[in-house]
């Protein structure tokens, strides 16, 4: 929005608001703004929350540790999507079509958050939206976005796979990159919300994996950069740096009360949302199995999931203590922030993993 401002004023009054269509200045201008906005709303939204007692249940079944957490107000993630919508709509330039794929695969995803914690939370039904009614509502939003990623393709190499550490390996993906398109967003989903079971767990990794997007969106997005490093050329993807910077941004800013012992959970309005932020990026990236490294807590934590109920249904028997597998550290003994850093501290080092691939070929 305010780009357009830019060039009108540029044009009719000073030429100095040409910096303004410097990307990297709106990217940190969508950072810093999310982050604001996340920090003056936060304590009025906690507040709401609480007066309504919008608060967390907590299974019997779980870590004793957790009992203590109960009533803590929750769908804080609500917050995040306001200040990521706001930045957005503000920095980003609204004429490029990535950016309104991306902003509303996020807002069609929290929305079907909104809804399971809504039923869960104030309908006081226990179960949320049906397994059927949430995966299809999923799948409808993720099989959108894949074909309008499909269908306004520009390029030949906007719709290949691109195989990280392998210089020019790109397969021809041709109809395929709709199911993988949808997998990946519709995982990505589901995987951030199965990962989002103690205080900062998912909301740092978000932050971490959206930062090093942006450095993907930006490289991929300038021809010249794109040349030297010899990734795909994407062209408009740069404009994207701006909604992972209002991630970043509004991310740290639900940290800042999310953090041990948090002031508010994030919910499925959150989880959802973000988990298909980052797949929707990743894809129009064209780095799809470099988020499946950099977001590797989040698959282990899947994975962890469907082994416990693959196995209990096969033989009887679990493998872990509890899944996902954070509650299996909790009840060996790990306290709550141990399992948090250690978690945060190997996605450090496989986001740099990551980025690594912009290099190594």
């Given at each position: 929005?305010?780009?357009?401002?830019?060039?009108?004023?540029?044009n009719n009054f000073?030429?100095?608001?040409n910096?303004?269509?410097?990307?990297t200045?709106?990217?940190?201008?969508?950072?810093?703004?999310?982050?604001?906005?996340?920090?003056?709303?936060?304590p009025?939204?906690?507040?709401?929350?609480?007066?309504?007692?919008?608060?967390?249940?907590?299974?019997?079944?779980?870590?004793k540790?957790h009992?203590?957490?109960?009533?803590?107000?929750?769908m804080?993630?609500?917050?995040?999507?306001?200040?990521?919508?706001?930045?957005?709509?503000?920095?980003?330039?609204?004429?490029?079509?990535?950016?309104?794929?991306?902003?509303?695969?996020?807002?069609?995803?929290?929305?079907?958050?909104?809804?399971?914690?809504?039923?869960?939370?104030?309908?006081?039904?226990?179960?949320?939206?049906?397994?059927?009614?949430?995966?299809?509502?999923?799948?409808?939003?993720?099989?959108?976005?894949?074909?309008?990623?499909?269908?306004?393709?520009?390029?030949?190499?906007?719709?290949?796979?691109?195989?990280?550490?392998f210089?020019?390996?790109?397969?021809?993906?041709?109809?395929?990159?709709?199911?993988l398109?949808?997998?990946?967003?519709?995982?990505?989903?589901?995987?951030?919300n199965?990962?989002d079971?103690l205080?900062?767990l998912?909301?740092?990794?978000?932050v971490?994996?959206?930062?090093?997007?942006?450095?993907?969106?930006?490289?991929?997005?300038n021809?010249?950069?794109?040349?030297?490093?010899?990734?795909p050329?994407?062209?408009?993807?740069?404009?994207?740096?701006?909604?992972c910077g209002?991630?970043?941004?509004a991310?740290?800013?639900?940290?800042?009360?999310?953090?041990?012992?948090?002031q508010?959970?994030?919910?499925?309005?959150?989880?959802?949302?973000l988990?298909?932020?980052?797949?929707?990026?990743?894809?129009?990236?064209?780095?799809?199995?470099?988020?499946?490294?950099?977001?590797?807590?989040?698959?282990?934590e899947?994975?962890?999931?469907?082994?416990?109920?693959?196995?209990?249904k096969l033989?009887?028997?679990?493998?872990?203590?509890?899944?996902?597998?954070?509650?299996?550290?909790?009840?060996?003994?790990?306290?709550?922030?141990?399992?948090?850093?250690?978690?945060?501290?190997?996605t450090?080092?496989?986001?740099?993993?990551?980025?690594?691939?912009?290099?190594?070929?």
């Amino acid at each position: 929005m305010l780009v357009l401002l830019a060039e009108w004023l540029t044009n009719n009054f000073y030429t100095g608001f040409n910096v303004f269509q410097y990307l990297t200045l709106r990217g940190i201008l969508g950072t810093l703004t999310a982050l604001l906005i996340s920090l003056i709303v936060g304590p009025t939204m906690i507040e709401r929350l609480s007066h309504y007692q919008i608060g967390q249940h907590i299974r019997e079944d779980g870590p004793k540790s957790h009992l203590s957490k109960a009533g803590t107000p929750t769908m804080g993630g609500a917050l995040i999507l306001v200040a990521i919508a706001v930045a957005t709509l503000l920095w980003a330039d609204l004429r490029n079509h990535y950016v309104w794929i991306v902003l509303l695969t996020t807002l069609a995803f929290g929305a079907i958050g909104w809804a399971d914690d809504y039923k869960k939370l104030i309908l006081r039904n226990s179960k949320g939206l049906s397994a059927r009614a949430k995966y299809s509502l999923q799948s409808g939003a993720g099989l959108i976005a894949a074909l309008l990623l499909y269908f306004t393709a520009q390029a030949p190499i906007e719709t290949q796979l691109i195989v990280p550490f392998f210089k020019n390996v790109a397969l021809n993906l041709g109809w395929f990159f709709i199911p993988l398109t949808y997998f990946v967003i519709v995982g990505a989903s589901n995987a951030v919300n199965l990962t989002d079971g103690l205080d900062g767990l998912a909301i740092v990794p978000t932050v971490m994996v959206a930062g090093a997007l942006a450095v993907f969106c930006y490289a991929s997005g300038n021809r010249i950069f794109a040349g030297y490093l010899d990734i795909p050329y994407v062209v408009g993807v740069g404009e994207v740096l701006v909604i992972c910077g209002a991630m970043v941004g509004a991310g740290l800013g639900f940290l800042w009360f999310n953090a041990y012992p948090a002031q508010v959970f994030m919910g499925d309005v959150g989880a959802l949302a973000l988990g298909a932020a980052l797949g929707v990026i990743a894809v129009a990236v064209r780095q799809e199995l470099v988020l499946f490294v950099m977001g590797g807590v989040f698959v282990i934590e899947t994975v962890s999931v469907i082994l416990q109920v693959g196995s209990f249904k096969l033989t009887g028997r679990r493998i872990f203590r509890m899944a996902p597998l954070h509650h299996h550290f909790e009840l060996k003994g790990w306290p709550e922030p141990r399992v948090i850093v250690r978690f945060w501290i190997i996605t450090i080092i496989l986001v740099l993993i990551g980025l690594s691939t912009l290099k190594i070929r």
